[in-house]
């Protein structure tokens, strides 16, 4: 299974981005969909999660109210909508795929991971 993930970019602070991760094949089934991130010098950290079938939703306290998660079942893809950004917000965004329902923070309880992309907030 290949995750891509896409729609980083520059943009100022108070802006939107809407990230993408496509997976390569269903493999949603059961799944949580989780998004973590990376700043420059900084341990990746969990960022949010989701159900495949939308009925469990988990969001660091850093980012509550701000980003939203959702999925495209038949697209096999799912985003993070992030609104009001901050300059604490720049990182390397990464989507991954817990195939096993654990509904962790941990990085280490997903199975599957994309390559990450670039979000920088200017001030």
């Known amino acids: 299974v290949q995750l891509q993930a896409s729609g980083g970019g520059l943009v100022q602070a108070g802006g939107s981005l809407r990230l993408s991760c496509a997976a390569s094949?269903?493999?949603?089934?059961?799944?949580?969909l989780g998004w973590f991130r990376q700043a420059p010098g900084k341990e990746r950290e969990f960022v949010a999660a989701?159900?495949?079938?939308?009925?469990?939703?988990d969001y660091a306290d850093s980012v509550k109210g701000r980003f939203t998660l959702s999925r495209d079942n038949a697209k096999n893809t799912f985003y993070l909508q992030m609104n009001s950004l901050n300059a604490e917000d720049t990182a390397v965004y990464y989507c991954?795929?817990?195939?096993?329902?654990?509904?962790?923070?941990?990085?280490?309880?997903?199975?599957?991971w994309g390559q990450g992309t670039l979000v920088t907030v200017s001030s």
């Open positions: 991954a795929v817990d195939r096993r329902y654990r509904r962790s923070r941990l990085l280490r309880e997903y199975d599957f």
């Open positions: 989701i159900s495949w079938t939308g009925d469990y939703t």
């Open positions: 094949r269903r493999t949603f089934s059961s799944s949580i």
